[in-house]
């Protein structure tokens, strides 16, 4: 059988440039990430999109795209380096759209709340001055996660029991899906943000959608089913499952 | 006391047209009904009919049927029946004229054995009219004293002796085979006379009645008697049951379903001769009905996880935005295609109907299963179709025969499954806390694990602050059960992979010896989650060398 990638910066065909590439989902991420080592590397623009084209026919190399506009996170430093005399294996960490979704922060200060009365006594009562701030109409969780994901130009599928909201203020320092979570999972007290592992988040790539789910979601589907027979076997590991326990839970409920 | 008529029924049909059985075309029949009505009860018996035949011809009426039934007491059967048919016909001999005249005439009468009113009646029905005899053809020849007294010349009666008594024939079939010759000196000659006699002798025996039927046709003089014997309809008696409600329970039995207990629903028989007596009525069946007050994952139809929304939906291909590109072409140079559109949809592996909320599903119907005589009634069943988190209303009704029981007290029940949570509410000045408590974990102290603050923005008027603790403690305070991880290697690349997707691994089985040491284990097939994978390539070459990598799965559980 016959398997190859191939890698696309922009609509050029970069495999050639490579050296080496890895590409992974961290466990528990939401996003993947190329990791790419090129043997030498001239970047005229360090904006672009990145995607990983794989096959396992020779004549057909980008049946399926597998990594999708990728970009180079840019919090990262050093992507290319040059040093006198010799050619640099440079090694670049690309991230797909996920990573941009899970990143993407409201404009302005957006006020969620059944009604528009109650987001104006919520926005004075904020603990510290808002200024400018955008109403969001939403009497449920649901309602108001979906309005956010739509703020955050991708789809919602959201899996876990519903309840009736108050009005609440989320500050554009917060990015959308920190918001989200907060939302269906609660906000830390200590830490002002959304709880980490609680509810389980799934970015669904063919449909553009960020899966919320949890350990009693029966319904989960994320992309293909995978159905590996004994041959495609080389070997496994088995571990048990980790689990942090947490034994007790306090929920405030402000009033509204 | 005879019942007599208390109303008449006066009814006529117009433009009739149908040939009598006495052979003349009619145009309008009419019917008067003499009936007495008992003041009170529904009930209703006719006491005289009379039937009248109008002629199309003239107008003339051409036959008149009167019957009338005699009652002493309003029963079911009369003390006589009377049917008299008037025609308007040729009677040879008779009735030449061809006016109205009485043809014939039955009388029917009931009685009882032993006198009892009620039971099978015996009756004997009494026939009689004009019967057409055809007539010898010889002249009339006088009767010759002389040659008599002489012992010459015989004695030729008159009239009886010149009939043929084997001609006879009654009247109606006589016109109907159109027999009967209009004709005043014609050979014929018609005779009222009795025709036949029917009778049912019924007599009352143990068990059964022995009814004869006896036919006797005075024409022919051939009888008929036939017995035949019944059996009477068994004596069964409904004892009035009332059975009293049954006592349900209902409760979580976590990974087991929903444990439904059902007691009592036995009837009592009383008795009070010879002596004060209870006797137990066992219940037979129990049917145990469930209605979904509430259920997860199922919003309404069509779009049970509220996939679908209206109005316009995000464009797809803006996520590239952020990279400020506007002239994205796909790989050849052409306009990007869009990605495809959000439809409204459903799941397509789901194809299960949505419970109508509010309709009342029998769950099980289960034999009582005491076994001891004297003992109430009892039975257990597991629910096993309830979803984790759903609300369900019972109830139970105890069954015996036919009887049913009015509706045993009903128990709600919210199934949560194997986990089940403690928790207590607190109202504050300033909001509400919900204290939800995991529950013990074996071989864990209960004070182990750590305790977590959240702060949830929901509308605590209108949110039921239980639910929502046991929202937040399931996702928050699951312990997973005792479940696997699995890193596998696969034989060769699998592209296509994604965190959350599905995978199904073959059973793999496995021996080691060592030694004098054999084991054998095996893993079952389950299903997994796909928690993360690498896959790495690295150039050999002129071409880049695609490594199998790894996958990192989770039991579903």
């Known amino acids: ?121 919520a926005a004075a009562r904020a603990d510290s001055p808002i200024g400018y701030w955008s109403f969001v109409p939403a009497a449920t969780m649901h309602a108001a996660v979906r309005k956010l994901a739509a703020l955050g130009r991708f789809r919602v599928q959201v899996l876990v029991p519903d309840y009736p909201m108050t009005a609440t203020v989320i500050e554009p320092t917060r990015s959308l899906f920190d918001a989200i979570r907060g939302l269906v999972d609660g906000t830390d007290i200590d830490g002002g943000r959304a709880v980490a592992k609680s509810a389980d988040y799934f970015f669904r790539r063919d449909r553009l959608t960020l899966v919320i789910g949890d350990k009693t979601t029966t319904h989960l589907r994320v992309g293909r089913t995978l159905n590996l027979s004994a041959d495609a076997i080389a070997g496994l590991q088995l571990s048990p499952s980790p689990f942090r326990h947490v034994n007790r839970l306090l929920i405030k409920v402000p009033a509204a | ?123 004997r029905t009494t026939r009689e009219g004009y019967v057409v005899y055809d007539l010898t053809g010889q002249p009339y020849e006088p009767i010759d004293v002389e040659k008599v007294l002489k ?6 009666p008159q009239g009886p002796r010149r009939i043929i008594a084997d001609s006879a024939r009654v009247l109606a079939p006589a016109i109907a085979a159109s027999a009967v010759v209009k004709q005043q000196d014609a050979n014929q000659h018609a005779i009222w006379q009795r025709i036949s006699l029917e009778e049912q002798i019924v007599r009352d025996d143990f068990q059964r009645w022995i009814i004869t039927n006896l036919k006797f046709d005075y024409l022919t003089g051939l009888s008929d008697v036939q017995t035949v014997i019944e059996l009477k309809e068994p004596l069964t008696i409904e004892l009035p049951i009332e059975l009293p409600a049954p006592d349900l329970k209902a409760s979580d039995a976590q990974a087991a379903g929903v444990r439904l207990e059902v007691r009592g629903g036995d009837g009592e028989l009383k008795s009070v001769w010879p002596e004060e007596t209870v006797q137990l009525i066992r219940v037979e069946s129990y049917a145990i009905f469930r209605r979904t007050v509430t259920q997860p994952a199922r919003t309404f139809d069509g779009d049970p996880y509220g996939l679908y929304e209206e109005g316009e939906t995000p464009p797809a291909v ?127 102290d209960e004070t182990y694990g750590e305790a977590m603050i959240i702060e949830v923005p929901a509308d605590a008027l209108e949110t039921d602050l239980g639910q929502l603790g046991r929202d937040f403690g399931l996702r928050h305070l699951t312990q997973e059960q005792p479940g696997l991880e699995c890193t596998l290697t696969p034989s060769f690349p699998v592209l296509f992979m994604e965190r959350g997707q599905q995978c199904t691994v073959p059973q793999a089985a496995w021996e080691t010896w060592g030694n004098s040491l054999h084991l054998s284990t095996q893993l079952a097939a389950k299903k997994w989650r796909v928690e993360g994978f690498e896959l790495s390539a690295r150039r050999q070459g002129e071409r880049l060398e695609v490594s199998p990598g790894r996958i990192e799965l989770t039991e579903i559980l």
């Not at chain 1, 996170?73 to 380096?81: L, Q, Y």
């Open chain 2, 318 to 444: 803006v996520v590239r935005l952020p990279l400020e590109h506007t002239d994205v072409t796909d790989l050849d140079g052409d306009p990007a295609s869009p990605l495809p559109p959000p439809v409204g949809y459903t799941e397509a592996e789901d194809n299960d109907i949505p419970d109508a909320e509010g309709s009342w599903d029998l769950v099980a119907e289960v034999e009582n299963e005491e076994t001891l005589r004297g003992m109430p009634g009892r039975a257990l069943v597991m629910d096993e179709g309830v979803e984790q988190g759903g609300v369900y209303e019972y109830y139970a009704v105890a069954r015996v025969g036919q009887t049913e029981s009015p509706e045993s007290n009903h128990e709600t029940v919210t199934y949560n499954g194997s986990r089940t949570f403690q928790s207590s509410l607190r109202v504050l000045t300033r909001g509400t806390e919900v204290d939800v408590l995991a529950p013990p974990r074996d071989g864990l």
């Open chain 1, 1 to 121: 059988m016959h398997y190859s990638l191939a890698l696309y910066w922009d609509t050029r065909d970069v495999t050639r440039w490579v050296d080496s590439l890895v590409w992974r989902q961290a466990k528990g991420s939401t996003f993947q990430e190329l990791q790419v080592t090129f043997r030498g590397w001239f970047p005229t623009s360090l904006v672009g999109r990145w995607d990983l084209y794989g096959s396992y026919a020779a004549g057909t190399p980008r049946s399926e795209l597998l990594f999708r506009g990728g970009v180079i996170p840019p919090d990262r430093p050093g992507v290319v380096d040059v040093a006198r005399g010799t050619v640099v294996p440079d090694s670049v960490q690309i991230v797909d759209w996920a990573w941009i979704a899970q990143r993407t922060t409201p404009r302005t200060t957006l006020v969620i709340a059944p009604d528009r009365s109650a987001a104006a006594r």
């Open chain 2, 151 to 156: 012992g010459e010349g015989k004695l030729v």
């Open chain 2, 1 to 123: 006391m005879s019942l007599s008529p208390n109303k008449t029924i006066r009814t006529v049909y117009d433009k009739f047209s149908i040939p009598s059985e006495f052979g003349v075309g009619i145009r309008s029949v009419s019917e008067e009904l003499d009936v007495w009505q008992h003041p009170k009860l529904q009930l209703t018996l006719v006491l005289e009919r009379r039937l009248s035949i109008v002629r199309d011809s003239d107008g003339a009426e051409v036959q008149r049927v009167v019957e009338k039934w005699f009652y002493d007491q309003p029963t079911q059967y009369p003390v006589h029946e009377l049917h008299e048919t008037s025609v308007f016909t040729w009677v040879p001999g008779v009735n030449h004229r061809t006016s109205l005249i009485l043809a014939q005439r039955d009388w029917k009468t009931y009685w009882y054995e032993n006198g009892i009113v009620g039971n099978k009646p015996s009756w």
